[in-house]
């Protein structure tokens, strides 16, 4: 496996040397780094060979499910790998993983079984706890019991925590933690107001926000946020009707996973999305 994280032009390069002397000198370390930074892909693979982790394993924890498949292929195809390799995942009723892969990218329930299963988490040398600000009951309990593995069995056990948004200086002051800051990238926004809307018309109307915005802006993608299934497959079926030249794609929860996959890479015929 070769890879050089500071090939990959991407905000997060920049705290790369940070973060692995700060692993180096302690066994908790928080990174705080905007959205789109990299943290997610690029972290894991800057910290894999380290000598503290002595080949073992990194965990990293995702709070939902496509989170976890997608960032699990984009971590192998930097290597020019399949997922199942260096890198896999274990999400519920399905995993890629193998006696090779040494990334495992999991979802939340499945780490509180692992650590359940295992107090020591054997074989495993760094667990990440990925946008952490989502917070929920599995992610909590397994950081509490990692936390509990480290004073007990295991100080030389790394546990890093990624976020966007959370409150550093609290989070720093409670678990008696280093913070690493990227400051990521800002672009420019263009806010415009539609006026009031019809609660119970969401999906018509967000349809024709996009069919304006489509045409006022004859380059690049679209990406629309719904409240819901409902009014996502009543945008789309407005949208497929009236707008052409796009490769239109809804995500959410129920799609098939091949699905849900098109809707996140590039389009294969290369239209816009």
């Not at 892909?41 to 800057?46: E, K, S």
């Amino acid at each position: 496996m070769y890879f050089n994280p500071f090939d990959i032009d991407l905000p997060i390069k920049e705290v790369i040397d940070e973060v692995r002397q700060q692993l180096q000198n302690a066994n908790t370390l928080i990174v705080n780094a905007p959205a789109g930074a990299g943290k997610s892909t690029i972290l894991p693979l800057a910290v894999l060979d380290e000598a503290i982790f002595k080949k073992q394993k990194i965990l990293m924890l995702e709070p939902r499910r496509l989170a976890a498949r997608t960032i699990a292929e984009r971590m192998a195809s930097l290597l020019g790998e399949q997922v199942g390799e260096t890198v896999g995942y274990r999400i519920r009723f399905d995993n890629k993983i193998s006696a090779k892969t040494r990334i495992e990218v999991l979802t939340e329930g499945i780490l509180t079984r692992m650590i359940h299963s295992d107090n020591a988490l054997e074989g495993v040398g760094l667990v990440i706890f990925d946008e952490f600000h989502e917070r929920s009951i599995h992610a909590d309990v397994a950081l509490a019991l990692c936390r509990e593995a480290q004073h007990i069995l295991r100080p030389d056990l790394r546990i890093m925590i990624m976020s966007a948004t959370l409150d550093m200086p609290m989070l720093e002051d409670l678990l008696k933690a280093p913070v690493v800051s990227s400051k990521g990238r800002q672009y420019p926004v263009d806010i415009r107001y539609t006026g009031q809307q019809d609660e119970w018309m969401i999906g018509e109307l967000t349809a024709q926000t996009v069919k304006m915005a489509a045409r006022e802006n004859k380059e690049g993608d679209i990406l629309v946020f719904l409240p819901g299934q409902a009014e996502i497959r009543k945008c789309e079926e407005i949208l497929r009707h009236d707008l052409r030249g796009f490769s239109l794609h809804p995500l959410y929860g129920q799609l098939p996973q091949g699905k849900q996959l098109a809707a996140i890479f590039p389009d294969k015929k290369g239209k816009e999305k």
